[in-house]
C-alpha cells in the first residue's frame, strides 16, 4: 500500500494506475492542451507536492480526474481524488471499486456518522443515481492493490463473525437503537483492518461476514431514522458482498434499500431496486424474497394484477422448499412472506377481492419462528388495525392492546410506524374501548417519533 500522505484517495488512486509521476505529469499536460488549456505543464515534483496535500487550482482537478480515469478504466471525480474542499464525495452512494478506496470511503462515513452527526446534511439518492449505482455494485469487481495482509488473521476473522451475529440476533430480538452506536464503531474497525490489508486465505470470510455487518448496520440506522446513512451502509454491504463471492447476498441488501424507498414513499424508485435485482438473483431463496417484495410494491400502487403476479411467483417457490438457505437470508420464509401478503391485501382493501388482511396477518402470527420480536409486533400491530378496517372495532380493540403490550419493549421507528397505522384505522371509531387503544397508541408513538407510515 502507498505510505502517508495528506492526500491518501490522490494517492491511492495514483498507484492503482500503475503510472510515474513523471507520466501522469505528462498526460495531464497533454489533456489540457487538448482542452485548449496550453499554460498547464505540471511535473513529477508537483504530483508529489499533490500528495503531500497540495490542492490544484481549476482545471487542474479536472484533468488530473480525466487521466487517471482513462488509466484506470473507471470515471472519478476530483472529490474522488480529495481534491475538493469536502474530500471524497460522501455525499454520494457510488463506491470506488478499488478495494482501499472502498474502505476509506467507508471509514469517512463512519467518522461522519459517529463523530459529526450528519443524520440531517447527507443526501438521500433516488431516482436513476440509486438504481445505477444498486447496478454498478451488484455487477462490479473490485480491483486490490495492497499487498499486506495484516489487517485480519483466522482470530480476528472468527471475532468479527462471532460479533456480528450477537449484533444480528440483538436486533430481531429487540431492535438496534440501543446497539446501533456499537455496530458502527465495529465497521468502522473493519474498514480500518481492510486498509491494513487482508489475506487471500481469510478474503471470503472477511468479506462475507463485513456483508452482514454492513448490512446489519444499515438496517438499524434505518430503523433510528438516519435513512441517508443506511444507503451508504447498505452499499458497501453490496460491494462486500461482491467481493466475498456472494451476489446474492448483495441481492438481498438491494431489497433492504427497496424497503426504505416504499417507506419513504418513492414505490418507483422501489422497483427500479428490485428490477436489477431480480436480474442477478440466483439461488431460490433470493428469488422469492425479490418477488414478494415486488409484488407488495405492485400493491402499494394499486396495480392488483402485477402484485398477484410477483406474489403468486413467490408462493410458488416457498411452496416448492428454498432448498438450502443461507443464514443471511433465513429470515425469509412462510411467515415473513405472509407479512407480505398481508401488507399487500392491506393496501389493495377495496380493490378486487382479495383474501382480507387480517387472515394474512394471522397466518404470519401463527408462522413466526422465536427470536424474531419485532416482526411479530408489527404483526400484531398491523392485524388490529386490519380489524378496524374490515369494521371489526371490538376484535381490533382486543388485538391492540396484545399489540401495545408487546411494542412498549421494542425501540424501533419501524413499529412506531405501525402504530401511526393503527391510528389511522382506528380513527373512525368513537368507543371507550377504542378510545383507550388511541390513547395507549398515541402515547407510545409520541415517545419514539418518526417521520411516515410503512
Not at 488509466?71 to 471524497?88: E, I, K, Y
Not at 454520494?92 to 450528519?118: H, K, N, V
Not at 407480505?340 to 391485501?345: C, D, E, K, P, Q
Amino acid at each position: 500500500m502507498t505510505g502517508r500522505s495528506s492526500n491518501p484517495h490522490l494517492a491511492l488512486w495514483l498507484a492503482a494506475t500503475g503510472l510515474s509521476h513523471g507520466e501522469i505529469a505528462r498526460r495531464i499536460a497533454a489533456e489540457a492542451i487538448r482542452q485548449g488549456h496550453r499554460q498547464i505543464a505540471p511535473d513529477a515534483t508537483r504530483i508529489r507536492r499533490w500528495i503531500d496535500g497540495e490542492r490544484p487550482r481549476p482545471p487542474v482537478p479536472a484533468l488530473l480526474a480525466a487521466v487517471i480515469s482513462d488509466a484506470v478504466g473507471q470515471p472519478l471525480t476530483p472529490g474522488d481524488l480529495g481534491l475538493t474542499a469536502a474530500g471524497p464525495t460522501l455525499d454520494s452512494i457510488q463506491l470506488p471499486l478499488l478495494t482501499e478506496a472502498a474502505a476509506q470511503t467507508l471509514a469517512g462515513w463512519t467518522q461522519m456518522d459517529l463523530f459529526l452527526d450528519r443524520r440531517d446534511t447527507l443526501k438521500l439518492a433516488l431516482g436513476a443515481p440509486l438504481i445505477l449505482a444498486a447496478e454498478r455494485m451488484l455487477g462490479g469487481t473490485a480491483r486490490r492493490l495492497n499487498g499486506a495482509t495484516k489487517g485480519f488473521d483466522t482470530d480476528t476473522t472468527t471475532a468479527l463473525e462471532e460479533v456480528t451475529a450477537f449484533f444480528t440476533k440483538a436486533d430481531a430480538s429487540k431492535g438496534g437503537g440501543l446497539y446501533r452506536s456499537a455496530i458502527v464503531a465495529q465497521l468502522a474497525e473493519v474498514a480500518r483492518r481492510v486498509q491494513d490489508g487482508v489475506p487471500a486465505s481469510l478474503k471470503a470470510r472477511v468479506f462475507a461476514a463485513t456483508a452482514d455487518l454492513a448490512a446489519l448496520a444499515g438496517w438499524v440506522s434505518h430503523d433510528c431514522g438516519r435513512y441517508a446513512t443506511a444507503q451508504r451502509y447498505w452499499s458497501y454491504g453490496i460491494y462486500a458482498a461482491g467481493e466475498a463471492g456472494q451476489p446474492d447476498r448483495g441481492v438481498e441488501i438491494a431489497t433492504r434499500m427497496s424497503h426504505q424507498m416504499i417507506y419513504l414513499g418513492h414505490p418507483d424508485d422501489a422497483l427500479g431496486l428490485l428490477g436489477v435485482a431480480a436480474k442477478k438473483a440466483t439461488i431460490p431463496a433470493a428469488r422469492a424474497l425479490v418477488a414478494s417484495q415486488t409484488g407488495r410494491v405492485h400493491a402499494a400502487l394499486g396495480d392488483e394484477h402485477s402484485a398477484e403476479r410477483h406474489l403468486g411467483t413467490a408462493d410458488e417457490l416457498v411452496a416448492d422448499g428454498l432448498g438450502e438457505v443461507p443464514e443471511w437470508v433465513a429470515y425469509f420464509d412462510a411467515a415473513e412472506h405472509a407479512g407480505a401478503r398481508a401488507v399487500s391485501a392491506r393496501d389493495l382493501t377495496g380493490i378486487g377481492r382479495n383474501r382480507r388482511a387480517s387472515d394474512h396477518f394471522t397466518d404470519a402470527l401463527a408462522l413466526r419462528r422465536p427470536g424474531f420480536d419485532r416482526v411479530r409486533v408489527m404483526d400484531r400491530i398491523g392485524l388490529a388495525a386490519a380489524l378496524f378496517t374490515e369494521n371489526e372495532p371490538e376484535q381490533g380493540a382486543a388485538a391492540a392492546h396484545q399489540a401495545l403490550d408487546e411494542a412498549a419493549r421494542i425501540d424501533s421507528t419501524l413499529v412506531t410506524s405501525r402504530l401511526n397505522t393503527l391510528l389511522d384505522a382506528a380513527r373512525p371509531y368513537r368507543t371507550a374501548a377504542v378510545d383507550e387503544v388511541r390513547t395507549r397508541a398515541a402515547d407510545l408513538a409520541a415517545a419514539r417519533p418518526t417521520t411516515v407510515a410503512a
